[in-house]
């Protein structure tokens, strides 16, 4: 029954292989705007000025210059130096900007605020980073954050960068891991309502996610991962007493996955997986909805963690916070996020994802 989706993990291993042939490092790492809106510009321009980042590293900002600029008047801050190119592969070492489009200000901007024209901006970028990675003019995307009512306003029904990447990509089936340093961690769903992903649970769904996690570590540098599984249920489930899917779904694909050479365990309490984790039983925790591993991760480390999307043919790396429009133009972003996001790509480009 899963046999058509497992196509795409194999796929994604494929074309990752062909792309092991190119040497990646030679190619710069494309780095998404975001919403214009928020605080993507803003961390754009405070890392230009970080003395963290190499001085040999060769980055392309992709997005509109007027956001730049506009960011940096209402910061009063002087953009630094930026080279401006029209092609990819005219980039130099350092920062370039490179626009999908090339526009204006829109006449009724305003930061921190929903509006249709900075998520066209934004889908612009990531689509135009997406399509550079799949034809091998950057060696890996790192995303700044995009707002989902803007996407919505702009007239698209992506819900955010995972769904545009997996369209982009031809795939069907996608993963985010959320990255942060002693605790890894995968979702079987993101960005569904909480009684969506509870029915999601599935043997064969289970099966599909962990083939694609376990693949995909071992490309990125982690041989034989070990991979714990959450329980949905409080306490496992009691034997059945507060849900079966541990009994009925999840032990199941457990045991299936094991006989097939996948090192996963479990399914484990979810008030103690993570700490089994972050005290080295697992490489990485297979949380079952958005929150679940979502608030593990934040609490551990909410300023270096970063996000990592599983099932494309490609690299993408991201900040791990939204646009954050309440503080947008306020100069108080902290962009330590990002220089992590950029560090996880170029481990992940050079396969040494145990170095995070």
């Not at 092609?87 to 829109?106: A, M, W, Y």
């Not at 972050?278 to 909410?302: C, P, R, S, T």
Request: proline fraction near 4%; charge should be negative; aromatic fraction near 6%.
């Amino acid at each position: 029954m899963y046999s058509t989706q497992h196509n795409n993990v194999y796929l994604y291993i494929k074309l990752q292989a062909m792309k092991a042939n190119m040497n990646l490092n030679d190619l710069p790492v494309g780095i998404t705007l975001g919403d214009p809106a928020g605080i993507g510009p803003e961390l754009a321009i405070k890392i230009m000025s970080d003395q963290r980042i190499p001085s040999s590293k060769r980055l392309v900002f992709i997005g509109n210059l007027w956001a730049l600029n506009e960011t940096a008047r209402i910061l009063g801050a002087e953009l630094p130096s930026l080279n401006l190119i029209d092609r990819v592969e005219d980039s130099v070492i350092g920062f370039n900007l490179i626009e999908p489009k090339t526009l204006t200000k829109p006449d009724a901007f305003r930061l921190g605020k929903v509006q249709a024209s900075c998520g066209q901006a934004a889908m612009e970028a990531i689509e135009f980073g997406a399509e550079g990675c799949l034809a091998g003019l950057f060696s890996g995307l790192v995303t700044l954050p995009i707002h989902k009512e803007a996407f919505k306003s702009a007239g698209f029904t992506d819900i955010g960068h995972q769904e545009v990447l997996g369209r982009i990509a031809g795939v069907s089936e996608v993963a985010t891991m959320l990255m942060t340093p002693g605790l890894k961690v995968v979702h079987l769903s993101t960005h569904k309502s909480l009684i969506e992903a509870a029915r999601y649970v599935k043997k064969d769904v289970l099966i599909e996610k962990l083939l694609m996690v376990h693949k995909t570590l071992e490309y990125w540098g982690l041989h034989r991962p070990v991979i714990g599984v959450a329980a949905l249920n409080p306490h496992g489930g009691e034997g059945g007493l507060l849900g079966r899917e541990e009994l009925d779904e999840i032990g199941p694909a457990i045991k299936e996955l094991n006989k097939m050479g996948v090192d996963s365990r479990g399914p484990y309490p979810a008030d103690s997986i993570f700490y089994r984790a972050i005290d080295g039983e697992f490489d990485v925790v297979l949380a079952l909805y958005h929150d679940q591993g979502h608030i593990a991760i934040k609490v551990h480390n909410f300023h270096e963690s970063t996000t990592a999307t599983l099932g494309i043919p490609f690299i993408r790396t991201s900040v791990d916070h939204g646009t954050a429009f309440d503080i947008a133009g306020k100069g108080v972003a902290d962009s330590s996020g990002l220089l992590a996001a950029i560090a996880s790509a170029e481990a992940l480009i050079n396969r040494d994802l145990r170095s995070l």
